[in-house]
């Protein structure tokens, strides 16, 4: 995966760089114990990747046990402790089970980045037989994280801690054809997440929604028309979350956000008749 390094002028100018300082991320953080779903690939990885330290301990959630394991093999190396517990959140069962061994964990967890996720892109009309495509991507991009959470709500309070949703920027524009399944589940996690925001913020938790434009990670590898789009690395994502770690930010979102917000008011009934427009087009050829 490409680094911020090798970004061209206009990923340079989209994605200005981070300054982490590691040495700060090190107080923040220090002795903490840091939940990462989605750990074994992409953003959860390089994340994992950022945050290991000696005195931290990451706990590591994904489907995927092999490559969890080899990830841990590696941080261990370099003396962070890590636990791994490979489980499918898009299973109440699975995450029943993972719960319990959450929640015997003797120094509780402080820090909770849900990161786990899966996209679909599908026209609806390819998803007429496929109702099994908008329950998974509840089960995974919603459900999951809610039962996760509503567990972890009180240890979290217990502790002052710091929940961290990895949010992507589509939920705060116009909606886009093809994308119905990946981008209501996203949303409705999202809008869960903001409604309880004041509660947890009351009862002293911290809370940050961190909204990202493309990422390059496998997620947009099926989807040909991102090859040449400009997208963050992400190592860089990485950065901001331990940036939005130690400053304990409410929010990210990239510079240029306002301003699709802004045109998605103005010119979103434009936005719907150029894409009906396209979409016709596409069906007579
Ligand atoms: N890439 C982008 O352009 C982009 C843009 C905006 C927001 N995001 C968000 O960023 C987050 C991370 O995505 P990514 O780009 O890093 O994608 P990725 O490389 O595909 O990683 C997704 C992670 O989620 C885990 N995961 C998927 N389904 C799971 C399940 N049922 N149970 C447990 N873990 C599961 C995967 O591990 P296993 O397969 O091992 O389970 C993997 O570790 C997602 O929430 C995504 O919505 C991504």
Redesign the pocket.
């Known amino acids: 995966m490409p680094d911020s390094k090798n970004y061209s002028l206009l990923q340079h100018i989209l994605f200005p760089p981070v300054v982490l300082g590691k040495l700060r991320l090190l107080q923040a953080l220090h002795q903490k114990t840091i939940l990462i ?9 390089c994340l994992a990747y950022a945050l290991a330290a000696p005195d931290i301990h990451l706990i590591l ?4 046990a092999e ?1 969890l394991s080899l990830i841990k093999q590696e941080l261990k190396a370099g003396g962070c402790r890590v636990t791994i517990y490979p ?4 299973k109440p069962e699975q995450v029943d089970q993972l719960i319990e061994k959450l929640l015997q964990l003797p120094n509780g967890i402080d820090i909770v980045i849900n ?5 679909i892109r599908r026209s609806i009309n390819d998803s007429l037989d496929r109702y099994h495509d908008f329950t998974r991507s509840m089960a ?2 919603y459900f ?1 994280p809610v039962k996760l959470l509503l567990a972890l709500i009180p240890v979290l309070k217990g502790k002052q801690g710091h929940i961290i949703n ?4 589509n939920v705060l524009l116009a909606p886009a054809p093809l994308w119905s399944a990946y981008q209501s589940s ?1 949303t409705a996690f999202d809008q869960w997440f903001r409604c309880v925001t004041p509660e947890l913020n009351a009862a002293g938790v911290t809370t940050t929604s961190v909204y ?4 390059k ?4 590898v099926p989807t040909a028309h991102y090859d040449n789009m400009p ?1 963050m690395s ?1 190592e860089h994502v990485a950065h901001i979350i331990c940036n939005c770690l130690i400053h304990k930010k409410k929010r990210y979102a990239p510079w240029w956000l306002i301003f699709g917000q802004l045109g998605s008011v103005i010119f979103g009934r434009l936005w719907a008749s150029v894409n009906t427009h396209h979409l016709r087009r596409g069906q007579k050829q």
């Open positions: 779903t989605g750990a074994s690939y992409g953003i959860g990885e959630v994904a489907r995927t490559k489980t499918d959140l898009s990161n786990a996720g899966k996209s995974i991009n999951g990895v949010s992507a920027i996203k990202l434009p493309l990422v990670t496998r997620m947009i997208a992400p």
